[in-house]
């Protein structure tokens, strides 16, 4: 330190050139006198000692003797090491008003203030920065402001104050879009969603090619709060960003409008066709919809892309997901050396379950049950949830091979053990349904609506098995209105209330809802319900188009089977 000190002296002392040297020009004159040296150094011990207070006053005095930016710095560096909030903001507030035009003075005063929770106190210098950024920079200085009020306490506040700082930018259109963005995200944070929804439409008003007031709509993207995507629809006319358009798909995906997100992910492809992870969610939906081939093209395309990407966690996630969805298309194939060579592939290990899954399902095809569970089980335990992901494992490759009875008893004595599973009682009333056990079913099922009542599923499948057997349907019809109240644009939902319509008489209804369930998510159950509608009001042969549409989607579902062999038709 002592060292230091003195080459800051010597450096400002001016010196005599030698003979031999060109001479310069001498150094500014400098206050940093011998008096000053040793108060600096004193401070500097202080503050380093046991009493930094002391060591504090030294060097803001200094400061203030010297008007040296680097030492109100440290007047406040020294400040924030003692703890004292105050002592940093006065130090900061002595910086800014030695050098009034500094952005660097002036964002310690704004940030010492938000630290502080003196919110209110923020305007000025919130102004005065977003004033003395370059304008080139104004657009991300305006955007970057909800990071700088992300920990204040009194979110609301936080919003009012930024709104009314931020009067003149909003209303100018070079940078409303992205000072209404900065306005809805404060709001969202405020959990003003509404608030948030309508900052993004008036930022968008301002300037429609934004991405700004899209993203900030996109999160917002939720049934509940249906004015948000309108905004996400309309920045998506023109020429999105991949990455917007691909979070767009993704949403859709959340919200299961399978049907709407395959055309975003169509487009995302046709248009950027050197983007990865649209090829595998593309080819992930479509072998969710039993189109192996173009879900083998699309994840043979995105193993191709991914290759030369740089290694990292998500690329490895992604290879791991391509592989396994791979080995399944082999495994449906009946190829299980294939299968077997896919996730052979998979180097993340935390995806060894999923692995290990497909390798026991291989197994149980072969009619190797006993060694495919004894393969899940064998898996070690590395995290808390381990234990939880292998039993869903189990039990789904039970149901998968149609070995319903072990899989409820696997259940059963899961969900038996304390806190209560939700997701584990519903799956084992789903399983108790598949044993023709219905009061158990219907038990279970109220459990689970009793301890979670915004649970919809549990409403939706005690309604539907209800309206299937034609037992007590009006009590059916509610549970499911109840179901859709929480997922309205869910298509099973709505299948299952079209399905108690045509139980209750109401054919011309129950038409109408599966025509628009079925074309939001073609889907095997759906046509099967679809067909028989139009069977039975005397559309035959669309009933038959539909059905063979279903058996293409999925000719081992279980439901359009059971309709096909109950009307004796073959398609």
């Known amino acids: 330190m002592l060292l230091a000190l003195a080459q800051v002296a010597c450096a400002q002392t001016p010196q005599t050139p030698q003979p031999e040297e060109t001479a310069s020009p001498a150094p500014a004159p400098t206050p940093l006198d011998a008096e000053l040296f040793y108060q600096l150094l004193l401070g500097e011990l202080n503050a380093r000692g046991l009493e930094p207070a002391t060591g504090y006053s030294l060097i803001l005095d200094s400061a203030r003797k010297t008007n040296d930016p680097a030492l109100y710095q440290r007047a406040v560096e020294v400040a924030f090491q003692s703890r004292s909030g105050d002592a940093a903001l006065q130090a900061a507030r002595a910086w800014k008003q030695a050098h009034p035009t500094s952005r660097e003075a002036n964002r310690y005063v704004l940030q010492i203030l938000v630290a502080l929770n003196r919110v209110a106190d923020s305007a000025e210098p919130l102004k005065a920065d977003i004033a003395l950024s370059d304008a080139k920079e104004r657009n991300a200085v305006l955007s970057g402001i909800p990071r700088t009020y992300a920990r204040v306490s009194d979110k609301k506040l936080a919003a009012t104050v930024v709104e009314q700082a931020l009067g003149d930018y909003l209303a100018n259109p070079a940078t409303a879009a992205s000072a209404w963005t900065s306005v809805g995200r404060l709001r ?17 008003a301002a300037n429609p090619r934004a991405e700004g007031p899209a993203l900030l ?3 917002l993207m939720d049934p509940k ?46 248009e950027k066709p050197d983007y990865p992870e649209a090829w595998l969610v593309q080819g992930t939906l479509q072998l969710q919809d039993n189109q192996d081939a173009a879900a083998e093209t699309s994840l043979k395309r995105f193993l191709e892309l991914a290759q030369a990407q740089r290694s990292g966690e998500e690329r490895s996630r992604g290879l791991a997901q391509a592989y396994l969805s791979l080995s399944r298309i082999a495994e449906k194939r009946k190829d299980y050396a294939l299968a077997g060579a896919w996730l052979d592939k998979i180097e993340n290990p935390q995806d060894l379950v999923a692995a290990q899954h ?24 590395r995290a808390p949830t381990d234990a939880r992901t292998k039993l869903m494992a189990e039990v789904q490759l039970l149901r998968e091979h149609k070995q319903f009875k072990a899989a409820y008893d696997l259940l059963a004595q899961a969900a038996a053990k304390p806190p209560f599973d939700a997701d584990l009682v519903y799956d084992q009333a789903m399983l108790a349904e598949k044993l023709d056990n219905l009061p158990e079913m219907e038990r279970l099922l109220r459990q689970v609506i009793a301890a979670k009542p915004d649970y919809h599923h549990a409403y939706n499948a005690l309604g539907y098995s209800l309206a299937e057997r034609s037992l007590r349907l009006p009590e059916a019809k509610e549970l499911i209105k109840k179901a859709l109240t929480f997922a309205p644009d869910d298509p099973f939902i709505s299948d299952s209330l079209a399905w108690v319509e045509f139980r209750m008489g109401n ?38 188009a539909i059905w063979k549409e279903g058996l293409l989607l999925n000719s081992e579902n279980d439901t359009l089977q059971e309709t096909l062999k109950r009307l004796r038709v073959k398609p």
């Open 188 to 204: 969202l944070a405020a959990d003003d969603n509404a608030g948030a929804v309508e900052a993004a439409r008036r930022g968008q």
């Open 217 to 219: 709509a996109l999160e």
């Open 225 to 270: 709060l249906p004015q948000a995507e309108p905004i996400v629809r309309r920045y998506m006319e023109g020429k999105p960003l991949p990455e917007l358009r691909m979070g767009y798909a993704r949403a859709l995906l959340d919200a299961q409008r399978y049907a709407e997100a395959t055309k975003q992910l169509q487009v995302v492809t046709a």
């Open 358 to 381: 497909r390798r026991a399902s291989i197994l149980a095809r072969q009619g190797k049950m006993d060694e495919a569970r004894k393969l899940l089980r064998s898996l070690p335990d």
């Open 507 to 544: 054919k011309a209804e129950a038409l109408r809802i599966l025509d628009t369930a079925y074309k939001a998510r073609p889907d095997a159950d759906i046509a099967a319900h679809l067909g028989e509608v139009l069977w039975s009001l005397g559309q035959r042969d669309r009933a038959q």
